[in-house]
Each structure stands twice: as structure tokens, then as C-alpha cells.
């Protein structure tokens, strides 16, 4: 069991990763969206561009098509040339096909590109996930679950919202803008252009200026929604502590408290929205008045026709709506930037223990273990191993003992290379551990720890996850080899029983065997016990510890223990103090040097029977 004095230190906080830049997150995506060597999604790419650049070709002509049915319903508009030929019916059902047409484009755009969104956003979850399994023990350790979740979730949004609008919404509306931009110039007069272009540049910085403003709002907003997640998480995970200590009620209080801080901010970003709007809406107002004043004033003086001023209206409405959703898509996508940084940022999270480029895979050959002259720390100011030599035989029972914070679980830990040594070597069969794949030394080194969490699923899933694909039968036969298989056949679903959220449905001992049958299926040369009946009482410690020994036969077993009694059969014994060894040898042996282990072993025998 890991103690206060011999756990790492606190690392950087995995729930408020480095956030990566806007500029740097676009371009972290950009490869998913022309993915090498996948010739099919690139060719939806460019298809899925075309159908952009035609939806929007035909979404600037349709005003055109228009201005001329309208002129064509006026007489004196109307003259005597193609307008009349085609008649306003004719131009009516045009604008409508026209219409129909850039709506069409779109559609097959978005339904094209779909599967190029999609697989992006299946290979960036696939490698948060994979990187966040990578990460040492020590992130681990100082993670905060509901907070991590949060981050990945908002960062696998963003990241969907950022290719569905960005590629969609914004480069299609600075297309359309050009469009119209020259079209007004062909058209009409730089005066016309000039006022739509003063329209969208105030536009564009009011929003981005308020936005900034509002960003800083939101993440404050987020950072209270993901404290609020992460302490209801944290309550319902510990939800048998919170009833034994009556706290219903003070964690509620906790919960709302945090809430309370979330509803404030939340209450800001709300507020500040309703000025972004109205602000928004005033600059495209008086530009949409200024231009039309101009082109009512040009059909007075006989410039322009009716058509011209209806064709205006229709482009100054063609450019206000997206403009309007221009301000929601720019918070969106900064929002977005915002979370996919973090996302980003967790990627970037280095992992403390790091394969060697073209590492070997460990080559057994009986599965001895040797620790030389073996040195760690978390803090140099603060070492844990103090230059640990020892050996361990292939095939041979070893048992590690001493008080809280001596050393123990680090040297499990460093066994199946959590951490890497400070200094010193750390053998199997004469093989430095950071010297091959981590593959082939975690298939090779099988826990048991002080308390197995098992998986929300049944008791089959959780035995069988000891060797990926195993049967029925193999799983069957690692239960009986564990002695529970009787006990599972006696469940009303037998090996389909959920065994609940951590296994809360099992008693510890039931656990514990289940535990027992995963490794026994793993059946891995090296077998570390940390503390692996501790936590049990007497009778079922006795039961299980039949269970360990048998399991032990063939294997270089190292055992973690507080409790002497389980380790008296031992082939030898070591005592750390400190993170030294103290003391190394047999139990007979210890014994009648009357050193350490003796003292410990009075000591705990009498506990025993004062409890008795």
C-alpha cells in the first residue's frame, strides 16, 4: 500500500493541461482532414470543395435571376429584350430551381465530407485515449477522473464543431463575400462597396473584441462546470463513505457550493451575450439602412430600376444572415479552440517511462530477479531506495516486510517499470528492464494487488481480461485454479453476473479470487503480491493465502506484506527500513538473530492476542 512518505510528489495538474495555441490547434488538425495514405477520404475532400465552390457560385447568381423577374413584372423595366422572352414566370421558376439547386450543393457537401469528419474525430479520440493510458503512474495517481472526462469530451467536440463550421461556414462565407463585392462593383458604385465593407469590418471587430472579453468569461465558466463534474464524481464513487459518515447533506452543500460558482459565471457569459447581439444587430442595421437608402435614391433618379433595389436587398440580406451567425460561430469556434487546446495540451503530457527505440522483447528463461545497488526518489531531496541489492532465483518466493513508507510498493512499482530507477539496475534473467519492449515485460510480471478493481461487467469479463480472446473453458479453469469457480456456478446468472462498479457487488474476498483467477489466466512468470491479503480478516486471508501458494508453484513470486504471518514459508525474507535492507534470510533464520524481524513478529503476535 502506497503511504504519504513514499508516494510522488504532486505533478502538473492533468485536468488543467497546457493549453496549445489557436494558430497551433488548427494546425494539430489539419492533417486528419488529409489523412496520408487514405486515398478514399481524400478524393471526398476535393469532391466535397467542389460541391462548396458550386453552392456558392449559384447562391450569388440566384439574387441576379432575381432583380430580373422583378424587372420583368415592370412594364417600363421590362424593354424588349431577353427578359421579355423568358417572361417573369419563367424567371420565377428559375430563381426557385436556383434556390433549390445551392441547397442541393450543400447537402451533398456535408453528406460527402461526413465520413472525413468522422474518421477524425474517431482517430483523435482513439489517440487521447491511447496517450492517456501511456501516461506514467504518477499522472495517475494525481489525475482527477471527472475532470479528465470533461476535457476529452469538450476537446472531441470542438474539434467537430471546428471542422463543420470553420471548413463550412466561415472560408464559404469569405468566398461569398468576394463574390458579392464584385458583383456590386460591376454593377453599381465604389460607394456601395465601401459601406458593406465598413459594415463588416466593424462588424467583424466589435464581435472579435467582445468575444475575447466573453472567452475569458467562459473559461472561467468551464473551470467551475468541471470542478462541479469532477466533486460529484468524486462524491459517487466514495458514495459508501458518504453513508457511513451521515454526510448527505454536507456533500450536497459541497456540490452546491461549487454550483453556486458556476451559476455566476454562467449568469456573465449569459448577460454579456445580450450586448454581443445587440451590438451585432445595430452595425448590420444601419449598414443594411445606408445601402438601400443609396439604392432607392438610384431608382428616384431613374439609375437604377426596381430590380436593382430588390437585387440589393436580397444581396444585403444573403450577407447579413450569415454575418448574424458569424459572431455565434466565431464564440463557438474560439470556445472550441479553447477546449480542443486543452485536449492538445493532455496530448502533449509527457509520460514519465518511455520505451527505448528498437527495445528487444524480454526472453525468459526462468524469471529471475535481481535489483543492483537499486536507488529512486521522487524528490532528490527526498529518497525513497537507499541502494537496494538483491536477488531473487527463478522460481523462488521472496517477501518484502517493514513498516509504512520503507520501500515496498516502490520496488513493485519500479518491478513493472512505473517508474524508472533514479540509479542502479533492475534485472529479469540478466536483462536491464529499460532495455526491452514494455509489452513483453508487463506480459511477463503478474499483480495482485491489496485491492482488485474490477470492471462494471460480469465475472467472466473480468476473469477473462487476463489473456485477451481466452475461452470459456480457460476462464473456467483459472476460477477453479482460484477456488471461486463453485461460488460463481452458485449465482443465480452464474459467470454473467454484473459485479457492479468496481466490483461492489462482490465482498472482498470474492474479489480477491476473482483477481486471483484474472492473473492465474495471465499466467505470467513472475507473480508480485502486494499486500494481496491485507485488507482481508483472518479466515479469508487463510483461504486465499491456500490460493496464493498454489498459484506461486513454477513462479519467482515477490511478496509486499504487513502481516508476518503470511510470510513465514517464504524462501527468503527481507526486512527494509527507510529504504534499506536491513535484514535478508529465512524466518528461522531471523528469528534467531533476534534482530528486526524478530521485533516485528513479537510485536505483531502480540497484537493478536490482545485482540483475541
Not at 25 to 52: C, D, H, N, S
Not at 451 to 456: A, E, K, P
Not at 570 to 587: F, K, N, P, R, Y
Amino acid at each position: 500500500m502506497r503511504s504519504p512518505a513514499s508516494g510522488p510528489p504532486p505533478a502538473p495538474d492533468p485536468a488543467n493541461p497546457t493549453e496549445a495555441s489557436g494558430w497551433a490547434t488548427i494546425a494539430k488538425v489539419a492533417p486528419y482532414l488529409w489523412p496520408e495514405g487514405e486515398t478514399g477520404l481524400r478524393i471526398r475532400v476535393v469532391l466535397a470543395l467542389i460541391f462548396l465552390l458550386a453552392a456558392k457560385l449559384v447562391a450569388v447568381g440566384t439574387p441576379l435571376i432575381y432583380k430580373a423577374a422583378v424587372d420583368a413584372l415592370v412594364p417600363s423595366e421590362a424593354g424588349t429584350g431577353w427578359l421579355v422572352a423568358v417572361g417573369a414566370v419563367g424567371l420565377t421558376v428559375a430563381y426557385g430551381m436556383a434556390r433549390l439547386l445551392s441547397v442541393c450543393f450543400q447537402q451533398l457537401r456535408d453528406a460527402v465530407f461526413a465520413r472525413v469528419a468522422q474518421r477524425a474525430l474517431r482517430r483523435l479520440a482513439l489517440e487521447t485515449f491511447t496517450h492517456i493510458h501511456r501516461l506514467s503512474l504518477r499522472f495517475h495517481l494525481t489525475r482527477k477522473t471527472g475532470g479528465l472526462s470533461r476535457i476529452i469530451e469538450r476537446g472531441v467536440k470542438g474539434v467537430e464543431f471546428l471542422l463543420r463550421f470553420l471548413l463550412f461556414n466561415i472560408v464559404p462565407l469569405i468566398l461569398e463575400l468576394l463574390l458579392i463585392a464584385a458583383i456590386f462593383v460591376f454593377l453599381f458604385d465604389a460607394r456601395y462597396v465601401a459601406t458593406i465593407a465598413a459594415t463588416i469590418a466593424l462588424y467583424v471587430w466589435f464581435t472579435f473584441k467582445v468575444t475575447e472579453w466573453r472567452v475569458k468569461i467562459r473559461r472561467v465558466m468551464n473551470e467551475q462546470d468541471t470542478d462541479a463534474n469532477q466533486k460529484a464524481i468524486d462524491s459517487l464513487l466514495n458514495f459508501e463513505t458518504v453513508k457511513y459518515f451521515n454526510a448527505e447533506a454536507r456533500e450536497a452543500r459541497r456540490y452546491d457550493r461549487a454550483m453556486e460558482q458556476y451559476e455566476a459565471a454562467a449568469v456573465k457569459t449569459a448577460t454579456s451575450l445580450a450586448f454581443l447581439n445587440t451590438g451585432q444587430s445595430a452595425i448590420i442595421t444601419a449598414g443594411l439602412v445606408v445601402v438601400m437608402v443609396l439604392a432607392a435614391i438610384g431608382v428616384e433618379q431613374g439609375v437604377l430600376t426596381v430590380g436593382d433595389f430588390v437585387m440589393v436587398n436580397a444581396y444585403m440580406i444573403q450577407i447579413t444572415m450569415p454575418l448574424n451567425f458569424l459572431g455565434t460561430v466565431y464564440r463557438e469556434i474560439r470556445q472550441a479552440l479553447v477546449d480542443m487546446g486543452q485536449m492538445f495540451g493532455l496530448l502533449e503530457y509527457p509520460p514519465d517511462v518511455v520505451e527505448k527505440p528498437g527495445a528487444p522483447p524480454l526472453l525468459l528463461s526462468g524469471g529471475a530477479v535481481r535489483l543492483q545497488d537499486v536507488r529512486f526518489h521522487y524528490d532528490p531531496a527526498r529518497p525513497i531506495l537507499k541502494g537496494i541489492t538483491l536477488d531473487v532465483p527463478a522460481g523462488s518466493t521472496v517477501a518484502l516486510v517493514g513498516a509504512s513508507g520503507s520501500g515496498k510498493s516502490t520496488i513493485g512499482r519500479l518491478l513493472f517499470r512505473f517508474y524508472d530507477v533514479s540509479a542502479g539496475r533492475l534485472m529479469i534473467d540478466g536483462q536491464d528492464i529499460r532495455g526491452v519492449t514494455l509489452d513483453s515485460l508487463h506480459a511477463a510480471v503478474g499483480v495482485v494487488p491489496q485491492d482488485t478493481v474490477l470492471f462494471n461487467d460480469t465475472v467472466f469479463y473480468n476473469i477473462a481480461y487476463g489473456r485477451d480472446g481466452a475461452s470459456r473453458a480457460q476462464v473456467e479453469a483459472a476460477a477453479k485454479a482460484a477456488r471461486i469457480h463453485d461460488f460463481i456456478r452458485s449465482l443465480p446468472e452464474g459467470y454473467d453476473t454484473q459485479v457492479g462498479e468496481r466490483g461492489l457487488k462482490l465482498s472482498g474476498g470474492e474479489k480477491q479470487r476473482v483477481g486471483i483467477a484474472r492473473t492465474l489466466l495471465k499466467d505470467p512468470a513472475i507473480l508480485l503480491l502486494d499486500e494481496a491479503t491485507s485488507a482481508l480478516d483472518s479466515q479469508t486471508e487463510g483461504d486465499i493465502q491456500e490460493s496464493l501458494r498454489a498459484m506461486g508453484q513454477g513462479r519467482t513470486v515477490i511478496m509486499i506484506a504487513h502481516r508476518l504471518s503470511t510470510v513465514v514459508d517464504a524462501d527468503m525474507i527481507v526486512v527494509l527500513e527507510a529504504g534499506e535492507s536491513v535484514e535478508q534470510g529465512s524466518h528461522a533464520a531471523l528469528m534467531a538473530r533476534g534482530g528486526r524481524y524478530a521485533a516485528m513478529w513479537t510485536r505483531q503476535a502480540s497484537e493478536v492476542d490482545a485482540a483475541e
